[in-house]
């Protein structure tokens, strides 16, 4: 077993912690509420995702030519664009490009990216201070932890439990109200934004035809991100480009409403450059780094390649029933929920992380809800085919699915032995259903037994 699925199994005992749970089942639940809200907004909701799904799956097909054309436009632009083909590449252009412009503190925006490259630790290692300025991402860093969920960093956070931590950290009265605290956050961090030597985002949507990256946010935080300091760089992976600016009307809205609920996200920005000659605000510089990371891997693969159509809005984890119970950090991945069980395998390596492939029921339910219509349950049972055939499986798992394939091939073998003797068998292992639960008690006669009884 390997150390990866370990430490899966013993996060997920989260399950019952029932004031986790009820934490979590109640901030997912204002998503549904107000995601199913927002689908009514649409005339054919349906018309939609399949247009999206069109552009992505085009985007896909033909990844490098449109990068180029992106790399084409934002040079014109006056934005530096570097190419990073894994973290490795991508943490040393970017302390390179902080220690030339003499960064001691920079600010953040949300980015899962920055996530993936495990930038903070990196950054503070270098002696470099970052900052988070989301309000969720400022919580989890306050707390010493990481994101846990795509959209909500602090979804597992109570209100009660954010009152507590900063009456801990910052002697704020014990029992603020969330209104006081985002006050009082704002007002940390607009000194932060001012005095940064830089700012690094993420990009929602890198957009080849004017060269330029779309963020779209809620607070504000990111337009300030990019706003005061002298350097802004950008960490995109290369699967989020979009052909054009009028796709922008397309997936905007589809991004807020299936993540949100929300018509449109509050900020959404279309920034095509550093400041130009003139101009009083804005960065002098500005950088994009399109991160690679086993991306043109997945993109080569025969079915696999739909998971970069991902839009990131967080839609499959809050549909999918595994994520509802044990949470995010039971993934122990950049990426938790379906998405993340699709991609992360391919990332960081099947056989530390092909565990993830089974955490699902295949219910189906991530892939009813995908606003790009990828078929995520069908990508996990793949993960599952392709886990066997490049690990295979444990020793004891295999030799017990060739007795389990034996016994089920006819009848007749499973009625060799009675009820009695079989529940014998079944207790010889730890029992399949967990701790939690009592494994059945098998009959002492068989159905079959009974009704070849009752013939005679």
Not at 211 to 221: D, Q, R, S, Y
Not at 355 to 381: F, M, N, Q, W
Request: glycine fraction near 8%; include cysteine; aromatic fraction near 8%.
């Amino acid at each position: 077993m390997s150390k990866q699925k370990e430490i899966f199994l013993e996060e997920s005992k989260i399950a019952f912690d029932l004031k986790h749970r009820k934490t979590i089942n109640f901030n997912i639940g204002r998503y549904d509420e107000a995601v199913a809200k927002g689908k009514l907004r649409y005339a054919s909701l349906e018309t939609a995702r399949n247009k999206a799904s069109f552009v992505k799956d085009g985007v896909v097909a033909n990844l490098a030519g449109y990068l180029e054309i992106f790399e084409k436009n934002a040079q014109k632009n006056n934005i530096q664009v570097i190419w990073a083909r894994d973290s490795r590449e991508a943490l040393k252009e970017i302390i390179g490009l902080l220690k030339e412009n003499k960064t001691e503190m920079l600010v953040k925006s949300k980015s899962m990216i920055s996530e993936e490259l495990e930038l903070n630790e990196q950054l503070e290692e270098n002696h470099i201070e970052p900052v988070e300025t989301d309000l969720g991402e400022f919580i989890v860093q306050v707390a010493g932890e990481k994101p846990y969920h795509i959209l909500t960093p602090a979804m597992h956070k109570s209100k009660e439990d954010v009152a507590a931590l900063f009456a801990e950290k910052f002697d704020m009265p014990p029992g603020s109200t969330p209104t006081e605290i985002a006050r009082f956050v704002r007002k940390i961090l607009r000194g932060k934004f001012t005095a940064a030597q830089a700012g690094i985002t993420g990009a929602n949507f890198l957009v080849a035809d004017v060269g330029g990256i779309l963020l779209t946010e809620n607070e504000g935080n990111g337009f300030m991100s990019v706003a005061f300091p002298k350097l802004h760089i950008v960490i995109a992976g290369i699967e989020k480009i979009l052909p054009s600016v009028k796709d922008l009307p397309l997936f905007l809205p589809l991004l807020a409403t299936m993540g949100t609920g929300q018509q449109i996200t509050v900020y959404n920005s279309l920034i095509t450059g550093p400041r130009k000659p003139g101009e009083k605000d804005g960065p002098e510089k500005m950088v994009v780094i399109l991160l690679d990371n086993k991306r043109s891997e997945i993109a080569i693969e025969k079915e696999h390649f739909k998971s970069l159509k991902c839009i990131r809005c967080g839609a499959c984890l809050n549909a999918c029933p595994i994520y509802r119970n044990v949470g995010g950090y039971t993934y122990n991945s950049t990426y938790g929920g379906p998405i993340g069980s699709v991609i992360t395998p391919f990332m960081k390596g099947f056989e530390p992380y092909n565990h993830l492939s089974y955490a699902c029921t295949v219910c189906g339910a991530c892939t009813e809800v995908c606003p790009v219509k990828i078929p995520l349950h069908d990508l996990l049972l793949l993960n599952r085919k392709k886990a066997v055939e490049q690990v295979g499986g444990e020793f004891m798992w295999n030799i017990g699915m060739k007795a389990y394939g034996w016994a089920l091939k006819k009848r007749s073998t499973l009625d060799l032995v009675n009820g009695t003797v079989k529940n014998k068998l079944a207790k010889l292992g730890k029992n399949a259903l967990g701790d939690q639960k009592e494994f059945p008690e098998f009959a002492k006669k068989s159905f079959s037994e009974i009704w070849k009884s009752n013939l005679k």
